[in-house]
């Protein structure tokens, strides 16, 4: 695999709320890193603490600047120079910079900001790049303004600016993350639906762990989960708004459904729906409340996934004896297998970019998260476990998150997440066991 990553020239002035400006300034080169069959040099990035204007700002000076590091450093790619080794100092926003005590140091991005507050009570938060190696500031600068309370949302918001223009790929750090919390014995676990900032901040629960919740799903805008739950005894999918709080059962029929997921247009739910004793893949439209089947096989079709344009679908199915992927088009029905190595495969999930389908894989003992092409080559494993299931793609598909289960009486699942290209596997941070993830698209 071969990416080119360029930093980007076209430098936005953004608020949290939304874009107040674009300003443009020419390109002095690309900086480039080069990721061969996922072997890759780290590049060197230097971000001296931010300037705090004022007094009042220095602890959110420090604490921004430690956030965007820590974002930077845990993807994999950067080498983040520390601040012990520097012999630059930055002393203004506004100050020159001296190129060759960073190139000494081998810097090759240097990232310089400061922080201020505004009569109002909000922070202000400036950044700019520098090219080191061209000796030249990537255009004028970046403003954010946020209240002070969302301050991890500003440095996560910084960060994703300086991820995408140096390596060329999409932002994720701006995301939220929804998943199963699951307290007590093993045998007995209570499991709360919650959500939380990529990072592992600002962890909320929404159900009380009264009822068994499973694999909740993002809205394509963020702004509900769609989800299993078994409050009536058996399971069924049902629709919570992240805003008001409010629930609500998306199909009222005393068959079991399950495993839902919304269509990229937010307008329908797909999921999987037993009748008779026969599982097959149902979508409902949620404004006419119209259902209709999708799949129509005596085996189990379930774990359905859209692919981003919406006209296909990818599934899992035993109708060839054992647990497969299959991709169907929702235009004329054809059905096509695209896992055919040994072992069983399930969980397909389409990548954002429509490049990739991944899954989870079972193969004598040991389980497997991997990505294919969508027609079924290429095929990678990405992790080895006891027990890895469940991935799901971060918005700019470079990376994945699924849970892994530790084996023994006092084992339970944790989130990690993973590089498509199986590089920096890593575990997150959570209050509690975790299971079934769901990565939100940007905020």
């Given at each position: 695999m071969r990416f080119a990553i360029k930093v980007l020239a076209i430098i936005?002035?953004?608020?949290?709320?939304?874009?107040?400006?674009?300003?443009?300034?020419?390109?002095?080169?690309?900086?480039?890193?080069?990721?061969?069959?996922?072997?890759?040099?780290?590049?060197?990035?230097?971000?001296?603490?931010?300037?705090?204007?004022?007094?009042?700002?220095?602890?959110?000076?420090?604490?921004?600047?430690?956030?965007?590091?820590?974002?930077?450093?845990?993807?994999?790619?950067?080498?983040?120079?520390?601040?012990?080794?520097?012999?630059?100092?930055?002393?203004?926003?506004?100050?020159?910079?001296?190129?060759?005590?960073?190139?000494?140091i081998n810097v090759d991005v240097l990232l310089t900001g400061s922080v201020s507050l505004s009569s109002d009570g909000n922070l202000v938060v400036k950044f700019r790049l520098h090219d080191v190696f061209a000796q030249s500031s990537l255009g004028q600068g970046v403003q954010y303004r946020g209240q002070v309370n969302n301050w991890r949302r500003l440095a996560h918001k910084i960060s994703d600016e300086v991820y995408s223009r140096i390596t060329g790929e999409g932002k994720y750090f701006d995301t939220r993350i929804a998943f199963i919390s699951e307290f007590g014995p093993k045998t007995d676990r209570a499991k709360r639906l919650t959500i939380m900032d990529y990072d592992g901040a600002?962890?909320?629960?929404?159900?009380?762990?009264?009822?068994?919740?499973?694999?909740?799903?993002?809205?394509?805008?963020?702004?509900?989960?769609?989800?299993?739950?078994?409050?009536?005894?058996?399971?069924?999918?049902?629709?919570?708004?992240?805003?008001?709080?409010?629930?609500?059962?998306?199909?009222?029929?005393?068959?079991?459904?399950?495993?839902?997921?919304?269509?990229?247009?937010?307008?329908?739910?797909?999921?999987?729906?037993?009748?008779?004793?026969?599982?097959?893949?149902?979508?409902?439209?949620?404004?006419?409340?119209?259902?209709?089947?999708?799949?129509?096989?005596?085996?189990?079709?379930?774990?359905p996934s859209y692919s981003p344009d919406g006209t296909k679908i990818t599934f899992e199915s035993d109708?060839?004896?054992?647990?497969?992927?299959?991709?169907?088009?929702?235009?004329?029905?054809?059905?096509?297998?695209?896992?055919?190595?040994?072992?069983?495969?399930?969980t397909p999930v389409w990548s954002p970019r429509g490049d990739f389908i991944a899954f989870t894989k079972q193969l004598g003992s040991i389980f497997h998260v991997g990505v294919m092409l969508a027609d079924g080559t290429e095929e990678r494993l990405l992790s080895r476990s006891f027990l890895d299931e469940g991935p799901t793609w971060a918005p700019n598909g470079r990376v994945l998150l699924f849970f892994r289960e530790e084996p023994g009486e006092s084992g339970g699942p944790s989130l990690y997440s993973v590089d498509v290209t199986g590089r920096n596997l890593k575990k997150l941070k959570t209050p509690n066991f975790a299971s079934d993830p769901s990565w939100s698209p940007l905020r």
């Open positions: 936005s002035l953004l608020t949290c709320g939304g874009t107040q400006g674009v300003t443009q300034a020419s390109n002095d080169g690309p900086l480039q890193i080069e990721i061969n069959e996922g072997i890759i040099q780290l590049f060197p990035i230097a971000a001296p603490q931010f300037i705090a204007e004022s007094a009042s700002a220095s602890k959110w000076a420090k604490d921004i600047t430690d956030l965007i590091l820590s974002n930077l450093d845990r993807t994999g790619l950067f080498e983040i120079v520390p601040e012990n080794s520097h012999i630059g100092k930055i002393t203004n926003f506004d100050s020159p910079i001296q190129f060759s005590d960073w190139k000494a600002n962890v909320r629960y929404l159900t009380d762990g009264d009822d068994l919740v499973l694999a909740p799903r993002f809205s394509p805008d963020g702004d509900e989960l769609i989800y299993t739950s078994y409050q009536t005894g058996k399971p069924s999918v049902y629709r919570l708004n992240l805003r008001n709080g409010q629930s609500n059962r998306v199909l009222q029929t005393p068959d079991m459904t399950f495993s839902p997921r919304f269509s990229p247009d937010g307008k329908r739910v797909i999921f999987s729906r037993t009748t008779k004793g026969n599982t097959d893949i149902f979508e409902t439209n949620l404004t006419t409340k119209e259902s209709r089947r999708v799949t129509r096989n005596r085996a189990i079709d379930t774990a109708r060839s004896g054992s647990p497969q992927i299959y991709t169907m088009s929702l235009n004329d029905g054809k059905i096509s297998r695209i896992s055919f190595r040994n072992g069983n495969y399930g």
